[in-house]
Nanobody, 122 residues
Framework: VQLQASGGGLVQAGGSLRLSCAAS????????MGWFRQAPGKEREFVSA????????YYADSVKGRFTISRDNAKNTVYLQMNSLKPEDTAVYYC????????????????WGQGTQVTVSS
């Protein structure tokens, strides 16, 4: 199983980006797909997640109202639309497949994409 993250880049504060995470196979129907981020010198932190089965969504407080997670079952792809970006959103963003149901915890994610850099300039 492979996850391919893309869509990162350099954007000014207040701008938008859309990240994509494409899964090689549809094996996660009972679990969650999540986005985490890791800034230099910091631990990887939860950003958002979505359930494959019922599309329930979850967000970190720091991104609520600005980020939107969605999925396209036909394409086995999860998206993270990021609006009103702030310099503190700068990080490497990783998508993962949660096969253990822990949702907010990195240990619950069995598969990870390679990460995509998001840089927000002030």
């Amino acid at each position: 199983v492979q996850l391919q993250a893309s869509g990162g880049g350099l954007v000014q504060a207040g701008g938008s980006l859309r990240l994509s995470c494409a899964a090689s196979v549809r094996t996660f129907s009972n679990y969650y797909m999540g986005w985490f981020r890791q800034a230099p010198g910091k631990e990887r932190e939860f950003v958002s997640a979505i359930s494959w089965s019922d599309s329930s969504t979850y967000y970190a407080d720091s991104v609520k109202g600005r980020f939107t997670i969605s999925r396209d079952n036909a394409k086995n792809t999860v998206y993270l639309q990021m609006n009103s970006l702030k310099p503190e959103d700068t990080a490497v963003y990783y998508c993962g497949a949660d096969t253990r149901g822990g949702l907010y915890y990195t240990d619950s994610y069995e598969y990870w994409g390679q990460g995509t850099q998001v840089t927000v300039s002030s």
